[in-house]
């Protein structure tokens, strides 16, 4: 449970309400796992794509950018281990027909003390036979043997009837960075060590309790795979921790809401694994990944494509492959992170309650609000708002008392609104009201970019 007494509930009527998401295929009474982005919402998570893109990529001399197809061909899917391996053990109840995983059950309810990862099919079994795990849904104990039910979402490509290739949709975004490791390396003269990233959409088939965007079926990631050398690789994987800690930190989330968790259990390839845990509605939970990966993936590759994936060094004409330190980050889990921690219900000296979402400004949907003080002063006001648009993301609005609009605008958390006045014909002043303190300045229209830039820049 989150420290403000948060639930998922409050931020999901909040998010419908306001324009932020809503349930996928709405009018057809929703799909499962799915939701779609509105208005505001697909500003924010647009600006939180670029905060990442900006820092990782346009900041980082060494790494560069890729958007690779999402349809690959199915032999990388091989090579990653995906097709023989990724799938989740379930388990249908006989009475209600829902369907569970078996390994989140039996991790719950031994409250972390038995690592599931570790079980067999059998084991699991056992565990849920002896205990007597009933069902969430409906509280009956009446179990299906335990299944493996692959995560990968199948179509097919082909025009004949009957001779069609299985295709998937991609789980993961980095495997269009591993191969592509050959031509950015070649075409960017790129020398090791450096990184490629890509932001993207993935898919997988999962079964979930319905935590809103965090748990989805189609979801971005923002991955990002660097390529080094195994004597320099732990010290970047350490960096990488550092960074990622830093960037979510930056963006609001706060230090008493974040944690790193380190991996006890590793893939026999991995030299290191950790997430960076968040403290949810729901508890401590996953937000981000960073692996040391060795040089599982490029080799795979390799033995797969039969192409040469080592890297010649330049300088000593060492011929190796690299190891791979990946950080890979949800972009819509990071989304509802930054909803949960921007949401504050404020009591105001009026005793009226205001919720406001104090994002960080660069995130925020709308930077900036401008607000007619009455609608005759709607000729100017537009003048503003065509001004400001060119820059940044604007609303505008007439509607209502001034006290009403600015509790609008706190509730999309637009950092600034901009007032209007009969003054502001005399005198070409606004007023600029912060969302945070509520505090109002008086600005010089022409002052006003620079005002507003200083204050948002990430
Ligand atoms: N390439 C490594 C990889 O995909 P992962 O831990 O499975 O690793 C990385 O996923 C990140 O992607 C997670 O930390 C999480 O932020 C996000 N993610 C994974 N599955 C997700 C899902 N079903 N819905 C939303 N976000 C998801």
Known sequence: MSDKNLTMDKIVNLCKGRGFVFPGSDIYGGFANTWDFGPVGVELKNNIKRAWWKRFVQESPNTYGVDAAILMNPTVWKASGHVDSFSDPKMD???????????????????????PDTMTMEEMEAYVAEHKLKCPKCGNHDWTPIRQFKLMFETSRGTVEGEKDTVYL????????????????????????????????????????????????????????????????????????????????????????????????????????????????????????????????????????????????????????????????????????????????????????????????????????????????????????????????????????????????DEIGTPYCVTIDFDTLEDGSVTVRDRDTMEQVRIKIEDLKAYLDERICF
């Open 93 to 115: 109840c006989k009475s209600c027909k829902q369907r569970f995983r078996a390994d989140n059950m039996i991790e719950d309810h031994s409250k972390g003390t038995v690592v």
């Open 170 to 409: 991609r789980p993961e975004t980095c495997q269009g960075e591993y191969v592509n490791f050959l031509n950015v390396q070649r075409t960017a003269r790129a020398k090791v060590p450096f990184a490629i990233a890509q932001v993207g959409k993935s898919f997988r088939n999962e079964i979930t309790p319905g935590n809103f965007l965090f748990r989805t079926i189609e979801f971005e990631q923002m991955e990002l795979q660097m390529f080094c050398k195994e004597d320099t690789s732990m010290d970047i994987y350490n960096d990488y921790k550092a960074q990622a800690l830093k960037f979510v930190n930056d963006l609001g989330l706060s230090e008493d809401h974040l944690r790193f968790h380190d991996h006890d259990k590793l893939a026999h390839y991995a030299k290191a694994a950790c997430d960076i845990q968040y403290l949810f509605p729901i508890g401590w939970q996953e937000l981000n990944g960073i692996h040391h990966r060795g040089t599982w993936d490029l080799s795979r590759h390799q033995e797969f494509s039969g192409k040469n994936m080592q890297y010649l060094d330049p300088i000593t004409n060492e011929k190796y492959t690299p190891n791979v330190i990946e950080y890979s980050i949800g972009a819509d889990r990071l989304t509802l992170a930054t909803l949960c921690e921007a949401y504050n219900e404020e009591t105001l000296e009026n005793g009226e309650t205001r919720v406001v979402l104090k994002f960080h400004p660069f995130i925020a949907p709308y930077k900036v609000a401008i607000l007619p003080l009455q609608k005759n002063l709607s000729e100017k006001a537009n003048e503003v708002y065509r001004m400001l648009a060119k820059h940044y993301m604007c609303d505008y609005d007439e509607a209502g008392s001034i006290g009403k609009r600015y509790r609008r605008q």
